[in-house]
């Protein structure tokens, strides 16, 4: 006997509408727990981050002391961004969980994590890397021989970088969650988020576009404010009251945005069981 599962429910499953909304639901009723998850590790950095010794790291030269500094926000955030994962992993399956048990969890897969996210930032390091000498090359030695076929080379070389950072970021963008949810190393994760997503990018893209237009559409007041700040004063007033706003909205709209991919995580895997069913029951 063979296991049919129609098409038009596993479209369903993983509808980007129908992730938005069940998200919406499972974080508007943990929004306490996740939301003081996401302050605990991000309301300290910020408020070091307004203090004038730090605030001139941007602008001085690489030092020891701002490469520290750098080094301890990538482990901050990306601590806050495993435990809120498993927070929301947690609510999304309806189960009891703390916010200490969350933080203290995350402690076991803040390794894995870090190397899966320095193993994704070298690739794209080397894509660019790759992409500017070719460019470079491509200028030096065509341009004195043909001008347009130089531009035309270099057009396409920078099409080919970009498409091919779009293509690998997008089927590699639920990697982080398998590399925390199954405990996986870098390049295992890499995999598994590259079969999972590989036949479902269309939902994967209308989920981070609806991620990207909610974000976007809360950035308005800050540049309506911006706008609105003429002299000095109304500026720092401005510049203070955007870090009050961005730390209150993000209190709600990082938990959410987690939340929403931890739901498309899970529904791809849904359906990626329920597909091998398909093919191995007769």
Not at 39 to 51: D, E, R
Not at 105 to 121: D, E, G, N, P
Not at 174 to 189: H, W, Y
Request: hydrophobic share 55%; proline share 3%.
């Amino acid at each position: 006997m063979e296991i049919i599962i129609p098409v038009q429910e596993k479209n369903n499953a993983i509808s980007p509408v129908s992730i938005f909304k069940q998200a919406w639901r499972v974080c508007w009723k943990n929004v306490g727990k996740l939301s003081a998850i996401y302050l605990i590790f991000n309301l300290p950095v910020t408020i070091i981050s307004l203090f004038p010794a730090v605030r001139q790291f941007a602008d001085q030269k690489p030092s020891l002391a701002a490469l520290l500094w750098f080094l301890f926000l990538i482990v901050i955030s990306s601590w806050g961004h495993v435990a809120l994962l498993l927070g929301a992993n947690k609510a999304v399956s309806t189960e009891d969980y703390t916010i200490g048990q969350s933080i203290s969890q995350s402690r076991l897969f803040l390794v894995k994590y870090l190397a899966l996210i320095l193993s994704v930032t070298l690739f794209i390091m080397v894509i660019i890397i790759v992409a500017g000498v070719s460019v470079v090359v491509a200028l030096v030695f065509l341009s004195e021989i043909n001008k347009m076929l130089a531009a035309l080379i270099c057009s396409v070389l920078v099409i080919v970088a970009v498409s091919s950072l779009v293509f690998f970021l997008l089927r590699w963008s639920i990697s982080v969650l398998v590399c925390v949810f199954e405990n996986s190393g870098p390049v295992s994760a890499l995999k598994r988020s590259f079969c999972l997503v590989k036949e479902h990018i269309n939902p994967v893209v209308g989920v981070y576009g609806l991620i990207m237009v909610v974000g976007i559409a809360c950035l308005v007041p800050i540049v309506i404010a911006g706008a609105l700040s003429s002299t000095g004063s109304d500026l720092n007033r401005a510049q203070l009251g955007s870090v009050i706003y961005m730390v209150l909205i993000n209190a709600v709209l990082v938990p959410f945005f987690t939340t929403m991919i931890v739901v498309l995580y899970r529904k791809l895997r849904e359906v990626s069981e329920d597909s091998c069913i398909h093919a191995t029951i007769k």
